[in-house]
């Protein structure tokens, strides 16, 4: 029997949950079966699940066995919200429009906030997504390539860039800083908000098992409120 700890089993875990050999809505191989290939004690097994259980990579549910989570940030003290979803909420019809779409080095702030080499590789998406077709937030973010390199291939016009990372790349932790910034002229317009006017704005990154995932800022038309479970 191997030697290897719960935590090399559980890297072993994340690395199929990375690569896609066990997408989003997967149903995991029994503990016992996994003891077997993996060569491990059950025990062992156990552990690393419940790690990745705590973390929100896996759901597990008594009898019903270990599924890889949907949205991942299910167990986070604020979810990240499908924003579809959100104006859906709301009663209202939600569209998007893509509009910037460029493969780019990481500006200064972006890497330093990642903790990314100076203008590593990234893809950088803006998106207006529209509420009863008036504006309802400008999602402007960065994709670190190394990271995600399917990402080249998705067509964002069809997929917000929200969604897409919701429904297909985990995450284990990350950061959120939210402030009221004043609305810049091009911002304004997006918007349809008075320059100057103070915007609800969300700086969010992310990380999955340390390796950055992505960075973007939510700015929200005038109006918006908003709301978290405690």
Same mark, same amino acid.
């Given at each position: ?16 949950? *990375?690569? /896609? #050999? ?23 097994? *156990? ?7 705590e973390s929100g990579l896996v ?31 709301? /009663? ?69 860039? *929200? ?44 990380? *999955? ?19 978290? #479970?405690?």
């Open positions: 029997m191997s030697r290897r700890g719960w935590q090399e089993v559980q890297d072993e875990l994340i690395g199929r949950i *990375n690569d /896609g #050999a066990w997408p989003p809505g997967t149903l995991l191989p029994a503990e016992t079966a996994l003891a077997v290939e993996l060569g491990v004690a059950r025990t062992t097994v *156990n552990r690393a699940l419940r790690g990745l259980a759901d597990r549910k008594r009898k019903a066995g270990t599924v890889v989570a949907e949205h991942p940030p299910a167990r986070a003290v604020l979810t990240i919200p499908v924003i579809r979803k959100e104006v859906e909420g709301q /009663g209202k019809t939600w569209r998007h429009h893509l509009l910037l779409r460029e493969a780019a080095p990481a500006p200064a702030p972006i890497s330093a906030r990642l903790h990314l080499p100076a203008r590593a590789p990234m893809l950088h998406l803006v998106a207006l997504h529209l509420a009863d077709k008036r504006p309802f937030l400008l999602e402007d973010r960065w994709l670190n390539l190394a990271a995600l390199p399917e990402a080249e291939d998705v067509d964002f016009h069809a997929t917000s860039p *929200n969604e897409w990372l919701l429904a297909h790349v985990p995450y284990t932790t990350g950061d959120l800083s939210i402030s009221a910034e004043p609305a810049g002229e091009d911002t304004a317009d997006l918007l349809a908000a008075p320059e100057g006017a103070a915007l609800l704005t969300l700086d969010r990154a992310t990380w *999955n098992d340390g390796r950055a995932i992505t960075a973007v800022r939510l700015t929200y038309a005038p109006g918006y409120k908003m709301r978290a #479970a405690l």
